[in-house]
């Protein structure tokens, strides 16, 4: 094939991140990509592993007199996420993506480029193939379906890797000489009643949380927004202390792992007390619009009348409003090592009503094992005194931040011998396949390195192939220091 990077440095990478770009792997699509691998490891006569989920274990040997030099692990996800322009006429499921180079940046015509995480993948092959090089035994680990949950990392079989030091290639939108060194494990809950309903009796009255700002549950949890689900059951559970509340209907959120920024209750008050009602509640509203001045200080509440036809009976009223206030959101411990870092926070995400069936779902997020299991617990605990079923859903595992990390510091030494500057430390709340890994691997020393990129998952999304090349190298100077 035409080599759209040809005469550029390392020649072996870059061409094998062309050969795979020219391979549909979107997620839950690896399978072409695991038989390329597969067949890679064949042709080299490498040892090789496929389980069901299209991960894909390749071991190499290490170099002449390092036979026997503790194996490293090298990892990233064959998934991509396929996002294009309106007007780009791309079918991801078997056009490859058409690459193009811009002032020294390597992009996708219309499309995303893939190099989150196909610089990994492209990398682990060249160190595969290559043979004039002195590395320690290799253990190369391409995961499948990390964009849509780490699922690859999860279903991987940890007792086909020997090896108990890991450096982790993926790379989003990020420095090279930035490393994550942290990041939070997970644990989702549903939680779940079916209420008894009545005819509607009473005023009815519509209450909407509005204005609040939202965001990622991890990226923006430091900041203290608040959630609207949250924010309504504290106003409801207000009216409901002067005045009985009968709830015709609560909803609010979209995803789990997303702060809630707007919630809709309709509920019915005894006749002739609705205006005490609604008083009551933008009082309440009041004192919450001062508390997230800072935070959200576009919130907005509304109470007006409406209508129902049925309502749920006062006990399951009662139980749906003290459940969500009494449920634990926002933070619950921050780092005292690393500025602004979130150890352990939950986040009720979505309420739906689904037909009569009250469905909450919950995330739980820790670098903490132990902290993310009392959280738990305590919610389980809540659920069973207040008549919710707890359906323990999807958990991912967490990377607690090692301060004595004998890897990175390796790194970071050689890394700053090398290119002159520091290598910085970062952690997220976010969820890794390090973490899943460290999970499965207690005893894993892990380090993050990844080549300069920008605007990952969207068209936008390029490549520095300067530092491509330099982390190439840097990555070579490892494996020589490792076998010293």
Request: proline fraction near 4%; hydrophobic fraction near 40%.
């Amino acid at each position: 094939m035409d080599y759209v990077t040809k005469g550029y440095e390392p020649a072996d990478a870059l061409q094998y991140f062309e050969e795979i770009s020219a391979i549909p792997r979107g997620s839950q699509n690896e399978k072409a990509a695991a038989d390329y691998i597969c067949e890679f490891a064949k042709a080299h006569g490498l040892e090789y592993y496929r389980d069901e989920a299209e991960n894909v274990i390749v071991k190499k040997p290490g170099s002449r007199g390092c036979e026997n030099v503790p194996p490293l692990m090298l990892q990233g996800h064959t998934d991509m996420v396929c996002v294009k322009l309106p007007e780009a006429e791309h079918d991801f499921g078997k056009d490859p993506i058409q690459l193009e180079i811009k002032d020294g940046w390597l992009t996708a015509k219309g499309t995303t480029l893939g190099a989150d995480d196909g610089m990994a993948v492209a990398y682990m092959l060249a160190f595969l193939a290559k043979e004039d090089y002195v590395h320690p035994p290799l253990e190369c680990v391409f995961t499948s379906m990390e964009e849509i949950g780490l699922l690859g990392a999860m279903a991987i079989d940890a007792g086909k890797i020997s090896a108990r030091r890991l450096i982790n290639m993926d790379g989003g939108a990020s420095e090279e000489n930035v490393s994550v060194v942290s990041c939070a494990g997970g644990q989702v809950y549903n939680f779940r009643r079916t209420p008894a309903w009545e005819k509607a009796e009473g005023d009815a009255l519509s209450l909407s949380v509005r204005g609040l700002l939202g965001g990622h549950s991890a990226a923006v949890m430091h900041l203290g927004r608040g959630n609207g689900l949250k924010i309504m059951a504290r106003i409801l559970a207000a009216v409901n202390e002067k005045i009985p509340v009968n709830l015709a209907s609560f909803t609010g959120g979209a995803k789990m792992n997303a702060i809630v920024s707007e919630a809709d209750a309709v509920i019915l008050v005894p006749a002739g007390k609705a205006g005490e009602a609604a008083e009551i509640a933008e009082r309440v509203a009041g004192q919450i619009k001062g508390e997230l001045s800072a935070s959200d200080p576009g919130f907005a509440f509304a109470c007006r009348p409406a209508e129902a036809e049925k309502m749920m009976t006062a006990a399951d009223s009662r139980a749906l409003i003290t459940f969500l206030q009494l449920l634990p959101d926002g933070i619950r411990m921050m780092s005292q090592e690393i500025e602004n870092l979130v150890v352990c926070s939950s986040n009720v995400g979505i309420l739906v009503m689904d037909g009569d069936t009250i469905d909450i779902c919950d995330c739980i997020r820790s670098s903490e094992d132990g902290l993310k299991a009392a959280v738990s617990a305590e919610m389980e605990a809540l659920a069973a005194l207040t008549g919710f079923e707890a359906v323990k859903g999807i958990g991912f595992g967490g990377w607690k931040y090692d301060a004595n990390s004998p890897l990175r510091a390796l790194c970071a030494d050689i890394y700053e011998k090398m290119y002159g500057r520091k290598m910085e430390f970062e952690a997220t709340h976010g969820g890794l396949e390090c973490g899943e890994f460290k999970s499965k691997i207690p005893d894993l020393d892990i380090m993050c390195i990844a080549p300069t990129a920008r605007e990952a998952h969207t068209p936008e999304e390029s490549l520095n192939l300067e530092s491509f090349r330099r982390i190439y190298e840097f990555l070579l100077t490892i494996f020589e220091e490792l076998c010293k």
